[in-house]
């Protein structure tokens, strides 16, 4: 039992209005139980006390302030206080489980779309750029709401995250990895946050369990790309056509780079001094910095120079960069059926067989990890100066403008003849 022998004196029980004119900084018993006391700090602020003596020592417990708790409602909580020590009960512990229990209940019924806009909230900042946690959003409300979004995401099950995957398994396997890892993860720090210990419904294990293995279930879709044998003509009449796209499209092309490190380039990043192009590290897909030596024909490209944090190519709204589908259209115009991605591997093609240039200086080039895990340990440079002579042969390749049967033949550099 809590409750000592040394019970705490009744004082004088004083009426309401008599408490309210309590003035005097200090602690003032207030009688009707035994240890309730005013207490008035030195600032003025007011608020109810218990004192006690339990099993030697003197504990307080604060029950609200005052005027917000009346006087009749302070007496009120202070005996049920007193009663609960006496059957052994702290109201310090109560108080806190009573705490705890509404806290979980809270997190109970935080939806799974509240989690995810909680998770993503949390770690904006640590993600590489804005982009990323745009993607974060957008599939989990694409995919996941639709299907969990108003449910506690404590009730969220193996089979409802299943009915989100099945749709898109096979059809969009990449999309399908990527929501699966982010239900998992919001689900993961929901649960931890409630306290709740159970297996995750969207881990892998559960879901393999029922859909095939991605790697099975996935199939490889080529993006449309020109045979290389078709790039010198093709590239005469991409010249030849005005506008900024083409001009965006061209340097895309003849730096082999993907064409959102085109569209966010800015003018901080070349240094035609020295002839270079350097992505920082934020706005590559591997998260480091990525460094191209760049060739007259590149620079000639170029509109005038802006300040360093202008985009290069600017998109019609200031200070937004050229979207995606103004290259696109570029291709479209040219009555192609092809994308701005697929002439890296036209690039990748052409590198591999028609020209005997080191492959590591073409996966470095297409801003790759090349290589196993042996040759990347190893492989510590660059290759500038090998990557700066495979560009000078794909550039001169691309301004033959021979007719295509003639694409193969051997040109100067690392060009060779294909069979």
Same mark, same amino acid.
């Given at each position: ?14 009426? #309401?209005? !008599? ?9 003032? %018993? ?7 006391? !005013?207490?008035?700090?030195? /600032?003025? +602020?007011? /608020? ?18 005052? %005027?917000?708790?009346?006087? #009749? ?17 702290? %109201? ?6 009573? &705490? ?12 799974? #779309?509240?989690?995810?806009? =909680?998770?993503?909230?949390? $770690?904006?900042?640590?993600?590489? $750029? ?7 959003? +957008?599939? !989990? ?15 969220? *099950? ?7 995957? &099945? %749709?898109?398994? /096979? ?16 689900? #993961? ?10 297996? $995750? ?76 192009? *350097?992505?920082?590290? $934020? ?32 998109? &019609?709204? =200031? ?10 259209? +570029?291709?479209?115009?040219?009555? !192609? ?47 500038? *100066? ?22 193969? =033949? ?10």
């Amino acid at each position: 039992m809590l409750w000592g022998d040394d019970v705490p004196k009744l004082a004088e029980v004083l009426p #309401a209005i !008599l408490v309210g004119r309590l003035k005097e900084p200090g602690d003032h %018993p207030v009688g009707g139980v035994a240890g309730l006391m !005013l207490r008035i700090t030195p /600032s003025g +602020s007011r /608020s109810w006390v218990l004192r006690v003596r339990v099993a030697g020592r003197r504990p307080e417990y604060g029950l609200g302030s005052f %005027p917000a708790v009346k006087l #009749a409602d302070a007496r009120e909580a202070a005996a049920a206080a007193l009663k609960g020590l006496k059957a052994g009960v702290d %109201p310090a512990a109560a108080k806190a489980q009573a &705490r705890a229990k509404l806290a979980k209940a809270d997190a109970d019924r935080e939806t799974f #779309a509240e989690a995810a806009a =909680k998770y993503i909230e949390a $770690n904006r900042a640590g993600w590489r $750029n804005a982009k990323h946690a745009d993607q974060w959003e +957008s599939t !989990l409300k694409a995919y996941a709401e639709p299907v969990i979004g108003a449910l506690p995401t404590a009730e969220v *099950t193996v089979a409802l995250v299943l009915k989100i995957l &099945r %749709p898109i398994w /096979s059809e969009k396997a990449e999309t399908a990895s990527r929501v699966r890892q982010r239900i998992e993860r919001v689900i #993961a720090a929901a649960d931890a946050e409630a306290g709740r210990e159970r297996l $995750n419904p969207a881990r892998i294990a559960a879901i393999n369990a029922v859909l095939p293995p991605r790697a099975k279930a996935a199939t490889v879709v080529a993006m449309p790309s020109l045979p290389y044998a078709e790039m010198p003509e093709f590239m005469k009449r991409l010249s030849a056509a005005p506008g900024i796209g083409p001009k965006a499209l061209e340097w895309t092309i003849l730096t082999a780079a993907r064409s959102g490190m085109t569209r966010a380039m800015t003018w901080s990043e070349l240094d035609l001094a020295a002839m270079t192009w *350097t992505v920082p590290g $934020n706005k590559m897909k591997m998260g480091r910095a990525w460094t191209t030596t760049l060739t007259p024909e590149m620079v000639a490209l170029l509109p005038s120079p802006g300040k360093p944090g202008d985009f290069v190519f600017p998109g &019609r709204g =200031k200070g937004r960069p050229l979207s995606d589908m103004t290259l696109t259209r +570029s291709l479209q115009r040219m009555g !192609l059926a092809v994308v701005p991605h697929g002439f890296r591997a036209t690039f990748k093609t052409w590198a591999t067989e028609a020209t005997d240039h080191h492959s590591m200086a073409v996966e470095l080039q297409l801003a790759h990890v090349g290589g196993d895990a042996i040759e990347q340990a190893y492989q510590r440079g660059e290759l500038q *100066t090998k990557r700066a002579a495979l560009l000078r042969d794909w550039v001169a390749f691309l301004a033959s403008a021979k007719p295509a049967a003639d694409a193969a =033949k051997p040109a100067a550099g690392g060009l060779r003849l294909v069979s």
